[in-house]
């Protein structure tokens, strides 16, 4: 319920924005951007004294990104991802215990900067700069505590810096490569709880996890 209300804030937010960017002139301009890439995700969580640790897997993710311009050299990107077939490892004393599924879903905002702001055709130039933040929604399942899969899904925040780079196929069309640097909040929820406190009672704590993403998309429009 929670992740759906922060869909519908964003999307609020988007049309209310849509207009006045789209009004700005030969700097403004809208593109969408269908891209997929690859996740390559961190420690979830942790028990150091017990040498518990919840590895999240790396995954193949999809997404898409609407780019509204606000100058020539700055826009603003609202987008979503989400990863597929990823899976956490649950890992005691260095051997894996099994492994259970897991999705990250991700929606975000973030500011584009374009150092070499546009073509005479208002075209974008290649480089770009991208610094944002948004949220992250975990769903994963885990059969060694009791009670419901929706028990470990967890909403944490999440910043990130990134950068790309456009390759011309039109006057209008680009293909854009793109890496970024994330940073999550610690993860927690009432299943890890019940984790921790099911025989034997550990203290598997959730950690602020390092995200990287590398992908490529489509860009078409200004």
């Known amino acids: 319920m929670r992740g759906k209300r922060i869909i519908a804030a964003v999307g609020m937010f988007v049309m209310a924005l849509a207009p006045n960017l789209m009004a700005q002139g030969k700097g403004g301009g809208i593109a969408i951007i269908p891209y997929g890439g690859y996740a390559i995700p961190g420690t979830l969580a942790a028990d150091d004294a017990n040498d518990i640790q919840f590895e999240s897997q790396p995954a193949m993710l999809l997404g898409l990104a609407i780019e509204f311009g606000l100058s020539k050299n700055m826009g603003i990107d609202i987008g979503a991802n989400r990863t597929f077939s990823q899976t956490i490892d649950l890992v005691s004393g260095g051997t894996s215990q099994g492994e259970e599924d897991q999705t990250m879903t991700q929606i975000y905002g973030a500011l584009v900067i374009r150092p070499g702001g546009r073509q005479p055709n208002g075209a974008v130039t290649p480089f770009f700069i991208e610094i944002g933040g948004g949220v992250t929604m975990y769903e994963l399942c885990s059969a060694a505590a ?59 704590e959730g950690k602020s996890m390092f995200n990287f993403q590398i992908g490529a998309g489509l860009r078409v429009g200004r």
């Not at 950068?163 to 069309?173: E, H, S, T």
């Open 146 to 204: 009791a009670g419901s899969c929706s028990d470990f899904n967890s909403t944490q925040p999440m910043g990130f810096a990134g950068a790309g780079y456009n390759f011309a196929i039109g006057p209008r069309a680009t293909i854009q490569l793109f890496g970024r640097a994330q940073m999550i909040g610690p993860y927690s929820s009432t299943g890890l709880d019940a984790f921790n406190a099911a025989p034997p009672v550990t203290n598997v």
